[in-house]
């Protein structure tokens, strides 16, 4: 079945280690994205790309890096820098241009914990 | 510009009780809208979409929502709650040249038998 796949679903991560979250999809979609959760405050976009080998700061980048190698993964990786990295992270994904009003797919999402 | 306000962050209803969930957005473009539901430790799934076609909207699970552009609302309804409904509900837009899907920061549906 298509869809987007998220590794692992728990991750510890210890003080100044940088640990990466990997995203898959097989839906063919041009456009990534990666959202951060924490209880109350709903979605907050981290970083999105629209193609291969591009991608944009969302609104809470800083401690974060991504990179676009392929069409089909988005991996996520939080640096040491990133302060306090506990949440639940969702990685999504959309085919079609910004006019469209396709559907935006989410994976299972991952969480993360500083131990 | 796009945003996405979810009025009350949690509702409480009776199991058969009427369910609404009120979603306002602001676009400068005649956007797109989503509602969203999402259960514990899973990721979002999609109830339904508005993309201008019918201003009333079907979704799954016998949810529906109205898209009212003279009041910006997007409100979500269904007119019996069961149990399974309780989850966190999710309202987005994508308007016009936004790669960006902006989302509300949720709504949490509470059901008591």
């Known amino acids: 079945d298509g869809g987007i796949t998220q590794s692992p679903k728990y991750l510890f991560r210890k003080e100044g280690q940088n640990v990466t979250l990997s995203c898959e999809q097989n839906?063919?979609?041009?456009?990534m994205y990666w959202y951060r959760q924490d209880p109350g405050q709903g979605l907050r976009l981290i970083y999105y790309?629209?193609?291969?080998?591009?991608?944009q700061k969302g609104d809470i980048a800083e401690g974060y890096s991504v990179s676009r190698e392929k069409k089909e993964s988005f991996p996520l990786t939080v640096t040491s820098a990133q302060k306090n990295p506990t949440a639940f992270y969702l990685c999504a994904s959309t085919a079609g241009t910004a006019k469209s009003g396709n559907t935006i797919y989410f994976g299972e999402g991952s969480w993360l914990t500083v131990v | 510009a796009q945003s996405v306000t979810q009025l009350g962050s949690h509702v409480s209803v009776s199991e058969g009780a009427l369910v609404l969930l009120r979603c306002n957005y602001s676009?400068?473009?005649?956007?797109?809208l989503f509602w969203y539901v999402q259960y514990p430790n899973q990721g979002l799934q999609l109830l339904l979409k508005y993309t201008s076609a019918a201003t009333l909207v079907k979704g799954i699970n016998g949810f529906e929502a109205e898209f009212k552009k003279s009041e910006t609302s997007f409100h979500l309804t269904k007119p019996s709650a069961h149990m399974r409904d309780a989850a966190e509900y999710f309202c987005a837009v994508r308007g016009g040249g936004s790669y960006i899907p902006t989302f509300g920061r949720g709504t949490s549906l509470i059901v008591h038998p």
């Open positions: 839906l063919n979609h041009d456009a």
């Open positions: 790309s629209q193609i291969v080998n591009d991608f």
């Open positions: 676009s400068s473009v005649p956007p797109y």
